[in-house]
């Protein structure tokens, strides 16, 4: 017979470094706090129930409370031995108040144990994550109302396409992040289910209260089947997705903020806490967090894959396999979360070189829908509008004169229905200003959508 805990139908230990191998007590340690929470709300139903009796219920209350403290004060040590942080706390209990602690595995297995633990576990951080959300899209409606008038070029396929601001641009992340925001609440929903009482596959014989210990860990709703509830791992990949989806929106914003403070560009300036120099230019001035969270959205994405991967053919119910959905889940959170800290800081600490900004937007022709529109309100047909500026963006691009220095009489031989009023219709802020539509760039329709979203943060 082996010590394991379980060992009385084993003959023979296994080496260490093959216990090494299947432990995941160097990683799910991490839940500790987790196991000890669901520890408690399970023996509190076992001593109610009189499932076990009340004073053992009471001494084994008292020992996790204990570890609890110990937990809390780094007092507490792991062994590969105990495989896991299960067996762990199993094992400090019993060293704590002898071989009554036995009785607290009354009624349940590993299994919904393990489960319980990660629904807890990300139970408590989810909204640790929409508070870093909602902290990063407070910054966006900030800058986006300070620079709502400041006007940049809009771009498709990377070309300038029309004059937007900068503040519009700012608010289509916001509306990203708001989704990213959703759905992260929306997993709030699924995790917020008990697995505990599932037992190891089939439920138990005893006559346990599991809305009672719904009541103690405060979950909302109970799983319905015990199958589903040990096996279920729904949740962790709706997580894994809205990280994979929140670091995409992430990268993004970054691969624009890189390109931006290019010398080519200078539409803004990194702060200094979040750029670095070179070891041999010393003119540089690196964007290395933009780059880096950049960076990081592979290894999310590659924690979603795993864990799709992981588990694409597992048959019901519980398998080993399912240890290795928590790594992938603990390392993602520290990913985003640490990723909107330095996002938000990042764009509170840019500098906004407003006036180059607006330069690009003067010389670059992106004011050509403006002349075709024009065309179109004085009846000329929009496809034959479309012909007449593109060929008198041609004759710009060879005679480097932008639309609106071209001479009248140049334009009016082109189309006659324009007149002197054009000019007043070809300046960029004109052409911010006239696209009123509901979601457009209009300065007005920024300063609207800023109240709207300020009141959305206040509901979060």
Same mark, same amino acid.
């Given at each position: 017979? /082996? ?90 209990? /019993? ?20 489960? /319980? ?226 996002? /938000? ?116």
């Amino acid at each position: 017979m /082996t010590d394991k805990l379980w060992g009385g139908r084993f003959t023979e230990k296994a080496a260490h470094w093959v216990d090494a191998f299947g432990a995941s007590i160097g990683f799910d340690q991490q839940m500790a706090q987790e196991d000890l929470e669901g520890s408690l709300a399970h023996v509190k139903m076992l001593g109610k129930t009189g499932i076990i009796p009340q004073a053992d219920a009471d001494t084994i209350t008292a020992g996790l409370q204990h570890l609890q403290k110990e937990l809390a004060a780094g007092k507490l040590h792991f062994t590969v031995e105990n495989e896991d942080i299960h067996l762990n706390m199993e094992a400090l209990l /019993t060293a704590e108040i002898g071989p009554v602690a036995g009785k607290l595995h009354t009624a349940r297995s590993r299994n919904d144990q393990v489960a /319980t633990d990660l629904h807890l576990w990300l139970k408590h951080r989810l909204p640790t994550i929409k508070e870093a959300l909602t902290n990063l899209q407070t910054v966006l409606v900030g800058q986006a109302k300070v620079h709502a008038a400041t006007i940049m070029p809009g771009y498709t396929h990377m070309q300038h396409a029309q004059p937007i601001t900068y503040g519009h641009y700012l608010l289509a992340y916001f509306e990203m992040f708001q989704r990213d925001w959703e759905r992260f609440d929306f997993t709030q929903k699924h995790t917020d289910i008990l697995p505990l009482g599932a037992a190891a596959l089939a439920g138990t014989t005893f006559p346990i209260d599991r809305t009672l210990v719904a009541q103690e860990l405060g979950f909302d709703q109970i799983y319905h089947n015990s199958l589903d509830a040990v096996s279920d791992r729904d949740f962790a990949l709706e997580f894994l997705s809205n990280s994979a989806i929140l670091m995409q929106h992430l990268s993004r914003m970054a691969e624009e903020l890189i390109l931006w403070s290019t010398y080519e560009f200078n539409y803004i300036e990194l702060g200094d806490d979040f750029s670095t120099g070179s070891s041999i230019m010393p003119q540089k001035k690196n964007p290395d967090f933009a780059e880096l969270i950049r960076g990081k959205t592979g290894r999310v994405y590659g924690a979603l894959m795993g864990l799709l991967t992981t588990m694409k053919a597992i048959p019901l119910a519980y398998n080993k396999d399912m240890q290795e959905d928590k790594e992938p889940i603990f390392d993602a959170y520290n990913t985003i979360l640490g990723s909107l800290h330095i996002f /938000t800081g990042m764009l509170s600490d840019l500098t906004v070189h407003e006036k180059r900004m607006a330069e690009a937007t003067t010389h670059d022709f992106s004011n050509a829908t403006e002349l075709a529109d024009y065309l179109a309100t004085k009846g000329v047909p929009f496809r034959q509008a479309h012909a007449i500026v593109g060929e008198l963006v041609l004759k710009g691009i060879k005679t480097n004169t932008a639309l609106q220095e071209m001479p009248l009489s140049e334009l009016q031989a082109a189309a006659p229905q324009i007149q002197q009023d054009v000019y007043a219709e070809l300046t960029s802020k004109a052409a911010v200003d006239r696209r009123t539509s509901l979601g457009g760039t209009a300065v007005s329709n920024v300063l609207k959508e800023v109240a709207r979203d300020k009141e959305m943060i206040a509901s979060h």
